[in-house]
């Protein structure tokens, strides 16, 4: 089992620029979820998917941020256009089935925006 | 939306000994879950143990175990025979229904030698 796979490891960007990450759940797991950790906020629940369908995006600042599941094996976070407020490490998770089954995390992103 | 605390940011512990993590919770769902997460200083991620609120004994997991206590909303983690590699931040993680995980503000454990 390969776990989580999320790329790149270290991303930095200038403010303005459009940055992609990048995830690949564990195989059969129908539950996404992507995270940001900061010093100040914690870890924060960005939006999750069951089964490729956004669930709840409540948790997404705002409108520069975007995410897709095209299909079971693969989901963008995008941040157009970033801002050095954006900086933190984010993660993604996947799980069996969202409830009481544990999340496995991938290594995170860390992003950097100067 | 979910009130978690972790009322200790720090905590000291000497090699060997036991330590106790608290976690409480505010939840009014009657059926939940509960998770404790290590994250060491290489930022990963891993989970520990899961208790469900209606399982009959205390979830252990190794050297992890977990003092559920339901009628006052709190999972306190236990860590016996600590080890110089728990030197961590631990998060508790109660989640209800559909929603996800909601992880506290963690307790960062140092394993003194």
């Known amino acids: 089992d390969a776990g989580v796979i999320q790329s790149p490891r270290h991303e930095v960007t200038e403010m303005g620029q459009e940055v992609t990450l990048r995830c690949k759940p564990i195989?059969?797991?129908?539950?996404l979820f992507w995270y940001r950790q900061t010093m100040m906020r914690g870890l924060e629940l960005l939006i999750y998917?069951?089964?490729?369908?956004?669930?709840?995006d409540s948790g997404m600042p705002e409108d520069r941020f975007s995410a897709k599941m095209p299909n079971a094996s693969f989901s963008t976070l995008k941040i157009q256009p970033s801002e050095p407020r954006d900086s933190a490490v984010y993660f993604c998770?996947?799980?069996?089935?969202?409830?009481?089954?544990?999340?496995?995390f991938g290594n995170g992103t860390r992003l950097t925006v100067t | 939306a979910q009130k978690i605390t972790q009322t200790q940011p720090g905590m000291f512990v000497q090699e060997k000994e036991a330590v106790t993590l608290d976690c409480t919770y505010d939840?009014?769902?009657?059926?939940?879950?509960l998770f404790w997460y290590k994250q060491p200083s290489s930022g990963e991620m891993i989970f520990l143990i899961y208790?469900?609120?209606?399982?009959?004994q205390n979830a252990t997991e190794g050297r992890y175990s977990l003092n559920f206590q339901k009628a006052r909303k709190s999972a306190n983690l236990v860590i016996s025979a600590s080890q110089l590699g728990d030197s961590a931040m631990y998060f508790c993680?109660?989640?209800?229904?559909?929603?996800?995980?909601?992880f506290g503000s963690g307790t960062r454990l140092q394993v003194q030698p």
């Open positions: 939840t009014s769902d009657p059926s939940y879950g």
């Open positions: 195989s059969g797991h129908d539950y």
């Open positions: 998770a996947s799980s069996l089935n969202g409830y009481n089954s544990p999340l496995h």
């Open positions: 208790q469900g609120s209606y399982d009959q």
């Open positions: 998917f069951n089964n490729n369908v956004p669930i709840d």
């Open positions: 993680a109660p989640t209800t229904g559909r929603r996800a995980l909601t």
